[in-house]
Structure formats: structure tokens, C-alpha cells
């Protein structure tokens, strides 16, 4: 069984940073994807950034390039997401996910197979 267990999360102003850390146990596969989503109160599921942790290719949502990075550590089996430049939209429960096969679609969340509990981010302006 997968375990997913996100930190990180936290209040911040606007302009200033975070960074979120995913910790996954209990499944490995070179094929696998891990992503970061999000939800706002009264909006849906947004996917923000997701890796393939074969050859490390990165996927981002338009509203967070260039702000957001997303990296992998293999050795600890960990993802993190790096926030630069947050803005007060950016606030919502964000969520750590794995999927075991990956064939496109890295930011569709209905593709993703386990997830975290979730940690929350606030910017405030």
C-alpha cells in the first residue's frame, strides 16, 4: 500500500516562498508519475506540477511556470515542490499523488492512483 505523507505548508506573504516535500513508501516503479495538485475552497482540483521519475521530465500548470519547481530525490523516495513568488491565488490545500503508469495526461488528477492528506498554503497579500 502507498503511503504519501506532504509538509512543508504554511502562511506567507505574497512575494515569498515555500516549499512543500512529498514522502512516498510502500511502492516504487522507475514508470511511475508523482504531481502536486491543489483546491481552493469552491473551486475544483487543479494539477500545479508533476515529474516522471524515470528520466525526471517536469510538467506545469501555465498559472505557476516559472514560479514553481518541482524535483525528485530517489534515494529518499521524496518530491518536493519549490514556490517562488507566491501570490494570494495560489492559496489552497495542496496534495501529493502518484500514479503508477504514465502516459500523458501528468496533470489529470482522475489519472493518479493514491494520494496524500493534503497541506495547506496561505498567501496573504
Known amino acids: 500500500q502507498v503511503q504519501l505523507v506532504e509538509s512543508g505548508g504554511g502562511s506567507v506573504q505574497a512575494g515569498g516562498s515555500l516549499r512543500l516535500s512529498c514522502a512516498a513508501s510502500?511502492?516504487?516503479?522507475?514508470?511511475?508519475?508523482m504531481g502536486w495538485f491543489r483546491q481552493a475552497p469552491g473551486k475544483e482540483r487543479e494539477g500545479v506540477a508533476a515529474?516522471?521519475?524515470?528520466?525526471?521530465?517536469?510538467y506545469y500548470a501555465d498559472s505557476v511556470k516559472g514560479r514553481f519547481t518541482i524535483s525528485q530525490d530517489k534515494d529518499k523516495d521524496t518530491v518536493d515542490l519549490q514556490m517562488n513568488t507566491l501570490k494570494p491565488e495560489d492559496t489552497a490545500m495542496y496534495y501529493c499523488a502518484v500514479r503508477r503508469m504514465c502516459y500523458g495526461g501528468y496533470l489529470v488528477g482522475n489519472l493518479y492512483n493514491d494520494w496524500g492528506q493534503g497541506t495547506q498554503v496561505t498567501v496573504t497579500s
Open positions: 515529474i516522471y521519475r524515470g528520466d525526471g521530465s517536469t
Open positions: 510502500g511502492y516504487r516503479s522507475v514508470r511511475n508519475c
